[in-house]
Structure formats: C-alpha cells, structure tokens
C-alpha cells in the first residue's frame, strides 16, 4: 500500500520529500511501527511523522467504552433490533410499518456504523425524541387484524423491551454522551482543521 502511495504522489507531481506529517487510521496495516505503511513512508522520509486518526481513535473509544457494559450493549441491540423490524425486508407487512413509523414521527429510525459514531447518535436521538411514537407502532402491529404472524411475535417481544426502564435510562444517558461525541467528529472533519490545529487540540488533551 505504501508503494501505491508513493506512486500517486508522484503522478500527482507532488515530492514525497516535502512530506511533514502523515496521518491513517488505527489500523495495524497503517500504523504499526515495524511494517506498517507509517513505517514504509518515513524509510522514504524520515520527516514525515506519524499522527493517529484522531476521530478514528475516537469511535474506537465509543465502540469499546459501550461493549464493556452488558445493559448498554442490551440498550444499542434494541435499537438495532428496531431498526430491523421497521426496515429489513421489502414485504407489504415491512413496507406498512415503515410507513406507520415515517407517518407518526416524519422520521426514519437509522442504522448503526462502527465506523461513524455519529451515526449512533442519530440513531438514539430518534427513538428518544419519539419513544411514545415507537411504542404506539409496536402496539398497532399487536393487532391480529391487521398484521401477520412474524410481525405480531416481533412486535411482542420488542414492546417489553423497549419499555423498559433500564432501556429507557439508558437511552437518555447515551445520548448526552452521543451528542458531544457528535460535535467532537464534526469538528475534527471540519476543513478548517489542519494539522496545526490538530496537534494543538491534542496537547490540550
């Protein structure tokens, strides 16, 4: 990959030598100090000095500091598993619910990303802010005039789940934590962050 790199550098007329500062995500094929891409790159041009993906180490906190706690991973699996009952399939009983939902709250439940944690933070804003919504939904489709079997036994076992006190706080908690991860990944994208501002941001750190 190094040598890809090197390669598009110099179709792009631009001198390696020049380099000051090179920046990857965390992965080892990138950032290992032995035979990783970093390393590959300052054999070139030992000026070229490596920085970890700041937002990227970011996600790696949230994907780590969730899957620690049982009822947060409970929490993030209910909302996936709503996610799922709303949007997984294209039958006419799938199409209705997503429809139900869209109708009462004019919003879409969104889908996790390991890789974009703000994605997270949609995803919890939505059903928080419409939790009654969700509820309601779940209990319309509890009724056996007007569903199918497989979404009557999905219904049923996510409206407990979902009313759930521990759901329910967690939820609130995740999100006061979610939204200031948001605004920390949109700063760190913004493209006025250059990496003088990174490496003053980091010191404060």
Not at 147 to 171: E, G, H, K, M, Q
Request: hydrophobic content about 35%.
């Amino acid at each position: 990959m190094s040598k890809d790199i090197l390669q598009q550098l110099e179709k792009d007329g631009l001198d390696i030598a020049l380099c000051r500062a090179q920046g990857y995500d965390n992965a080892a094929s990138m950032s290992n100090v032995h035979g990783g891409v970093q390393r590959k790159i300052r054999e070139v041009n030992p000026k070229a000095l490596f920085s970890t993906c700041s937002n990227h180490s970011l996600n790696l906190c949230g994907v780590h500091a969730f899957a620690c706690v049982p009822s947060s991973v409970t929490c993030f699996g209910t909302i996936e598993k709503l996610y799922s009952f709303f949007s997984s399939s294209t039958t006419s009983f799938v199409i209705q619910r997503w429809q139900l939902l869209k109708e009462k709250t004019g919003k879409h439940l969104k889908r996790f990303s390991d890789t974009r944690w703000s994605a997270h933070y949609e995803s919890v804003k939505v059903v928080k802010e419409n939790i009654e919504t969700v509820v309601s939904s779940l209990e319309h489709f509890q009724d056996p005039t007007k569903t199918n079997l497989d979404t009557r036994s999905r219904a049923s076992l996510l409206l407990p789940a979902v009313c759930d006190f521990t759901f329910l706080t967690y939820i609130q908690f995740w999100l006061s934590i979610l939204e200031e991860v948001n605004l920390v990944q949109q700063y760190l994208q913004s493209p006025k962050m250059t990496g003088y501002r990174m490496h003053q941001t980091k010191r404060l750190e």
